[in-house]
């Protein structure tokens, strides 16, 4: 049995909590007219952000991206109205930076929710 050991390069790797919470905090708020554009600049900020981790700018992007799907999901609509923002936030953006991507990128709803009951059952916020 081999154990799977992500590449180095591996896009679809985990990201550090506190390495993913500081990406984001880098690219919020950039705005573009030109999506690729904007998808350079974010990779740029973020390059500059961790110039020590070649791969961890774009894990960190694809990861953002698939976190917004997640943000307009119906099922976030009922979080939204039971836990506030800010804890919703940053719940959501802590189980981003490590929950696994599908193949095609994406997070699976129904798994990133129920990680999300979890942890907030964990903390009492649920």
Known sequence: ??????R???PHAAVPERDFVDGYATVYGMTHADPERLRLMKLNALGNAF???????????LRLNALAEVWRHPMMDA?????????LSSAALRIAATQPLCD????????FFAEML???NEK???
Do not use: K, Q, Y
Request: hydrophobic share 35%; proline share 12%; charged share 25%.
């Open 118 to 120: 979890r942890r907030m």
């Open 1 to 6: 049995m081999s154990r799977h050991h992500p």
């Open 79 to 87: 979080w939204r109205d039971v836990a506030g923002n800010a804890t």
């Open 8 to 10: 180095p390069f591996d």
């Open 104 to 111: 095609d990128g994406r997070f699976n709803a129904e798994s």
């Open 124 to 126: 009492g916020w649920a």
């Open 51 to 61: 110039p020590s981790h070649p791969a961890l700018p774009r894990r960190i992007l």
